[in-house]
T-cell receptor, first 111, second 114 residues
Framework: LAKTTQPISMDSYEGQEVNITCSHN???????ITWYQQFPSQGPRFIIQ???TKVTNEVASLFIPADRKSSTLSLPRVSLSDTAVYYC????????????FGAGTRLFVKA | GAVVSQHPSRVICKSGTSVKIECRSL??????MFWYRQFPKQSLMLMAT?????????EQGVEKDKFLINHASLTLSTLTVTSAHPEDSSFYIC??????????FGPGTRLLVL
């Protein structure tokens, strides 16, 4: 299983773009990268998923370099409601589908 | 989108009793579901992998006789905390595997053991 490393916390202001980078040096060939958002006392919410290059949806973009050893979640124009913990997960099919959560990044958006 | 539900959302029980938590995939079938546990200010910890029609696979350090998992159908997995004690109080979250590479999470169940 690929271990993930993210910054413990980040601060931002409303309206700014926030980029959270995750390193996963031991990612395997068939692994996908998925980002989740979690609010207190709620289950993680799927944000975006990718395998390589760039993926964009209505809420975020995900940038994955060619070596896939890291990924960056980009949140455009954050608002106060984006204050949450963000987790980067690497989905491994080796020995059966399994994901292990890292510590996550606590994003605090200020007015 | 893929929706996973959990029931109950919160439960309070007396020490020594058993509590059952249900996890359902509402709009898709899931051959694999997962159970996590989360303590305050901490990340999610994988407890076990639940496979439809077979025994669950528990992570190291998780007591299989204490945390009974049953995955009787493609849309339902249950976690039973047997003889619950105050130290079992936690936030329990399930997820269901959707397609090959994605999992969707339930809203979580808050368990308080008095």
């Amino acid at each position: 299983l690929a271990k993930t490393t993210q910054p413990i916390s980040m601060d931002s202001y409303e309206g700014q773009e926030v980029n959270i980078t995750c390193s996963h040096n031991n990612i395997a060939t068939n692994d996908y990268i998925t980002w989740y958002q979690q609010f207190p006392s709620q289950g993680p919410r799927f944000i975006i998923q990718g395998y390589k290059t760039k993926v964009t949806n209505e809420v975020a973009s995900l940038f994955i370099p060619a070596d896939r050893k890291s990924s960056t979640l980009s949140l455009p124009r954050v608002s106060l409601s984006d204050t949450a913990v963000y987790y980067c997960l690497v989905a491994s099919n080796t020995g059966g589908f399994k994901t292990i959560f890292g510590a996550g990044t606590r994003l605090f958006v200020k007015a | 989108g893929a929706v996973v539900s959990q029931h109950p959302s919160r439960v309070i029980c007396k020490s020594g009793t058993s509590v059952k938590i249900e996890c359902r995939s509402l709009d898709f079938q899931a051959t694999t579901m997962f159970w996590y546990r989360q303590f305050p200010k901490q990340s999610l910890m994988l407890m076990a992998t639940s496979n439809e029609g077979s025994k669950a696979t528990y992570e190291q350090g998780v007591e299989k006789d204490k945390f009974l998992i049953n995955h009787a159908s493609l849309t339902l997995s249950t976690l039973t905390v047997t003889s619950a004690h105050p130290e079992d109080s936690s936030f329990y979250i399930c997820s269901a595997r959707y397609r090959e590479e994605t999992q969707y999470f339930g809203p979580g169940t808050r368990l308080l053991v008095l």
